[in-house]
C-alpha cells in the first residue's frame, strides 16, 4: 500500500512505467512536465522517473536534459522492485492517449498511488475522475494538472486517500463472472 504523506522537500515524485515507444509519448510526457515546472511557484520541484526500456530511451534522456528536468530512467527492473518504486512516488503519470486497458495505471492504483491520465480506453473505469486521480483530455490540461497538484497538497493527498479508499472495481469474481459471461454469449 503506498504510504499516504506529503512529498518530501516540495519535490513531487511523479512516475511512469511503460515500454519506450513511440506510441507511449514519453516525449510528450517530457514537454508536460517541461511546461508544468514554469509554473509552478519558487521551491517546488518535480522529479519524472521512468520505469521501462525501449528504443526511445537515449532520446528521451537526451530531450530531458535539454529541457532541464530532473528524470531518471530505471529501465527494465523486476515487478518487486516496481512496486517499491510506485509506493515511493506521489503521482502515476500515463501520458498516451490510446490505452485500451491501462495495466501499468492498475497497479498503480494498487499501491493507492493517485493517477493523473488521458481519459481513454477503460481508464475512466480504473481511475474515477476527482477521486482517486485526474483525467485529462489535452496535454494542456494535463500540463494543468500537473501544477495544480504540485501546488494543492491538500487534493493531492485527497487524491492519494482515495485511491487507498476505492480500490479499482476489478477482482477476481467479478473478473470470472465476466468471462463467464462472455464464453456463454
Known amino acids: 500500500e503506498h504510504s499516504i504523506s506529503m512529498p518530501e522537500n516540495n519535490c513531487t515524485k511523479l512516475v511512469t512505467v511503460q515500454r519506450l515507444k513511440h506510441r507511449k509519448r514519453g516525449s510528450a510526457l517530457l514537454e508536460v512536465v517541461a511546461a508544468a515546472k514554469k509554473h509552478i ?27 532541464g528536468i530532473e528524470a531518471e530512467f530505471l529501465g527494465a527492473i523486476p515487478r518487486k522492485a516496481i512496486r517499491q518504486v510506485l509506493r515511493d ?8 492517449t490510446r490505452e485500451a486497458f491501462g495495466l501499468s495505471a492498475l497497479e498503480a492504483r494498487a499501491v ?7 481519459r481513454t480506453g477503460s481508464l475512466p473505469e480504473i481511475v474515477p475522475d476527482g477521486l482517486a486521480g485526474l483525467l485529462v483530455n489535452t496535454d494542456q490540461e494535463m500540463t494543468d494538472v500537473l501544477t495544480k497538484l504540485v501546488c494543492d497538497r491538500e487534493l493531492l493527498l485527497k487524491l492519494c486517500e482515495g485511491s487507498v479508499q476505492n480500490p479499482p472495481p476489478f477482482d477476481w469474481p467479478l473478473v470470472v463472472k465476466e468471462h463467464e459471461c462472455a464464453y456463454r454469449e
Not at 511557484?41 to 536534459?65: M, N, Y
Not at 493507492?112 to 488521458?118: I, M, R
Open 41 to 67: 511557484p519558487d521551491g517546488h520541484t518535480l522529479k519524472i522517473t521512468f520505469v521501462g526500456d525501449g528504443p526511445r530511451r537515449s532520446s528521451l534522456e537526451k530531450q530531458a536534459f535539454r529541457l
Open 89 to 96: 512516488s506521489d503521482v502515476f503519470i500515463l501520458p498516451s
Open 112 to 118: 493507492g498511488l493517485p493517477v493523473v491520465a488521458f
